[in-house]
């Protein structure tokens, strides 16, 4: 699991709600002696519709409210509109789920942009319409490619006529854990800073989702609002993306202490680790790939290799410097481990998609005395 930001900020808690949207039909006006023999018709209470076992599992109820495990509370169920302080993408999927069990065909949403985000795309995939979000081009175009995919696997799954169904498609798995193992692929849907799980009492992280063929993928971390900022491709959302943890890194947070009634009771230092991410178009981590591939070749010359990929006279001048360390080991055995050895590290930090090794300028006598009288002006002052 990704660690959440040290800094627990957080902003005004958004009241965001799903309800059937109002349908204006004017009723003709019944009978006078008709309206005396009906009875008025009462407001179901709050909470007294059904609500799915899928979702009461999820959840501990306690009258009309639900929370999760820990306390905090998830929604509140009042019969004709459900409310949520979160923007969790299970509670948003619950919501739907009760929407679709009640047939309430047409909802209306409201809250916070991420919340009536998550609302629509939940519902639209649910088959309900929905309004009170207005998806950009790249939202309904990602809603029709989720769609076909979700429609082909349960193609796959249908029986056929000899009473077998297929095996499932590889691309229909379910998504791995949270974390990816190595490059993680797919189409930039959404990024942006939020309360670690959309949970509005976590402190604040990262997010970045993707759309692979297996279905969207949600990766969190700190780190990765920086990756954005120092990525040298600059993806933004709609681009094919290659998404990687290179490393980690040893930190100490804050972590909150909770009662059994959820409420915060102090705070305490935990040592954990962080993950340094590296986000780039899908295009630039090809060519890396292709770069790295000549980096490990031997064969090749390293002037020749810098007229085709001029990003990589800083990684040759370090090889280059490898070698001449190498010249203190006596074997010849080791000094050609030493340097390969080297060498891989570079190539591996290349196909990453790290920043390169920056080329240093040689300064000549004249720029050395003029730094030098720099500094001496410097000092008079």
Partial sequence: MATPDDTPSRGAQTENSVRPTKTRRKVPAPPAEDAKRSAPRTREAPGTQAVPEEVKKRFVQVRNKYYFPDGARAFTDRGDRLTTPSENTEVVRSLIVIAKSREWNEITVRGSERFRKEAWLAGRMAGLEVRGYRPSEIEQEHLVRTLARQNAVAAEERPESSGKSPPRAADAEPPSPERPRGLLTGRLIDHGRATYQHDPRAPMSYFVKVETPRGDRIIWGVDLERAFKESLSKPDIG????????????????????????????????????????????????????????????????????????????????????ELAARRFRDPQDRERFVARVRSALADSVARG???????????????????RDREAARAR
């Fill in 354 to 372: 790290e920043p390169l090794p920056a080329v240093r300028l040689r300064r000549t006598a004249p720029d050395r005395a003029r730094e030098a």
């Fill in 239 to 322: 681009d094919e993306v290659g998404l990687r943890s290179v490393r980690q890194e040893a930190v100490a947070v804050k972590t909150t202490d909770r009662d059994a009634d959820g409420k915060a009771v102090g705070q305490r230092d935990l040592d954990t680790h962080r993950n340094r991410w590296v986000i780039e178009k899908r295009g630039f981590l090809e060519k890396r790939a292709e770069a790295a591939r000549i980096v490990r070749d031997v064969s090749v010359d390293p002037k020749q290799a810098v007229k085709t990929h001029p990003e990589l006279v800083g990684t040759y001048l370090q090889v280059h410097a490898a």
